[in-house]
């Protein structure tokens, strides 16, 4: 199985900060990746897919690149609804798909 | 609009059975597969099962191979989870999400529509 490593596990940031959060694979998943958002007590949210193609409706502070082992998510300006965690999730290997630990983001 | 819509959660001692249900609304459900995908309180997501939209092909996650069944009734835009043998570590929310097909250049699958979950709860 494909293993997912998040990295930072937690950060603190303030509204309007740039923040970057990166996902490591433990093998090559070329492009096939995506990135979710999920706040308390909801479901996840598709924010990016193919490693970098914004979800429909998904606000353009969203932004996803990498391929290979290494991919990262930036947030240009942080707003109060993207206090939130982060999943990465490989689909190299679908359907047996598997997600990142998770990244949580909270407020500094 | 897409809705997904889990029903049949609870608490069930272990070694019991339960039923989960998933409506869907509002896309032709017989041409999507479906996934269910959970949550352990406080913990990450894990794959647990696909179904095909034709629901003819299933896939499971090693930890419920054997004990958790994936159905899905096209006539009725219904999918279900089946799970027995049910033991403390399947506690979790558990959610239905549609699978997209997208394809440019080469293909991608996209988890794009969830439902708000189901909350299963296995305890004595």
């Known amino acids: 199985d494909i293993h997912l490593t998040q990295s930072p596990s937690f950060l603190s940031a303030s509204v309007g900060d740039r923040v970057t959060i990166t996902c490591r694979a433990s093998q090559g998943i070329s492009t096939y990746l995506a990135w979710f958002r999920q706040k308390p007590g909801k479901a996840p949210e598709l924010l990016i897919y193919?490693?970098?193609t914004l979800q429909s409706g998904v606000p353009s502070r969203f932004s996803g690149s990498g391929s290979g082992t290494e991919f990262t998510l930036a947030i240009s300006s942080l707003q109060p609804e993207d206090f939130a965690t982060y999943y990465c999730?490989?689909?190299?290997?679908?359907?047996?798909?598997?997600f990142g630990p998770g990244t949580k983001v909270d407020i500094k | 609009q897409v809705l997904l819509v889990e029903s049949g959660g609870g608490v069930v001692q272990p070694g019991k059975s339960l039923r989960l249900s998933c409506a869907a609304s509002g896309f032709t459900f017989s041409s999507y597969n479906i996934h269910w995908v959970r949550q352990a309180p406080g913990k990450g997501l894990e794959w647990v099962a696909i179904?095909?939209?034709?629901?003819?092909?299933?896939s499971y996650a090693d930890s419920v191979k054997g004990r958790f069944t994936i159905s899905r009734d096209n006539s009725k835009n219904t999918l279900y989870l089946q799970m027995n043998n049910l033991r403390v570590e399947d506690t979790a929310v558990y959610y239905c999400v549609r699978d997209r097909y997208w394809f440019n250049t080469t293909g991608y699958y996209l988890f794009d529509y969830w439902g708000r979950g189901a909350l299963v709860t296995v305890s004595s």
């Open positions: 193919a490693a970098s």
């Open positions: 999730q490989q689909l190299n290997f679908y359907p047996r798909v598997t």
């Open positions: 179904i095909w939209y034709h629901g003819s092909d299933k």
